[in-house]
């Protein structure tokens, strides 16, 4: 997402530019709902007492933690390790200790909420650099079926939009921290900017 606001703001200050798991419009739809499910579910949580606690509240914690997952999974490579329902039930469990143990529930707050002004649609045709952007197929926070990736990608001036199919290896949003995925398109990217 920053890519896209660096590349409109300092258009002559990079080299090259490589947004992942991301669209370059306003946080709305799904996307805003689920975000707000989970701001709105800690600050219901009486521990949370108005971000004064003592304690973290770990009722709303739990339910942020319940959406994370949801929106960060991918369903064919979470069926592939859990394929049955105590093996699914056994790693939930393993997520929610370790995910909760580091959660700051205002930091979370912040975290979720920090995308509420972002919107670098308006001024895309001002980023001048090479672009390329990668989304995955089974992206639930970025879906291809919206159709908005293709749109915006035609109003960059030097840009290519590339969609990761699905596959048993994919991880849904998280497919851009693996970089066997995009790996070549980044080499293809450095080679077109020259570095």
Not at 47 to 58: K, V
Not at 138 to 152: R, T, V, W
Not at 178 to 188: D, I, N, T
Request: charged share 20%; proline share 7%; net charge neutral.
């Amino acid at each position: 997402m920053h890519a896209f606001v660096w590349g409109e703001t300092y258009p002559g200050f990079m080299d090259a530019l490589m947004p992942m798991a991301c669209l370059p419009v306003q946080i709305a739809g799904r996307n805003r709902q689920w975000r707000k499910m989970l701001m709105d579910a800690i600050k219901a949580d009486p521990a949370w007492n108005g971000g004064e606690y003592s304690t973290q509240p770990q009722q709303g914690l739990r339910t942020a933690t319940d959406l994370l997952l949801l929106a960060g999974s991918a369903p064919v490579w979470e069926q592939k390790r859990f394929g049955t329902r105590d093996a699914a039930d056994a790693d939930l469990e393993s997520y929610f200790k370790s995910r909760l143990a580091g959660l700051d529930a205002n930091d979370l707050l912040y975290q979720v909420n920090a995308s509420r002004n972002y919107n670098p649609s308006p001024q895309l045709e001002k980023i001048t650099a090479p672009v390329m952007w990668i989304n995955s197929s089974d992206d639930f926070i970025n879906p291809p079926g919206l159709g908005i990736a293709e749109q915006e990608a035609k109003r960059l001036k030097n840009g290519k939009f590339l969609l990761i199919p699905e596959n048993e290896q994919t991880r849904g949003h998280g497919t851009h921290t693996w970089a066997v995925f995009w790996k070549p398109y980044l080499q293809e990217l450095l080679e077109k900017s020259g570095r």
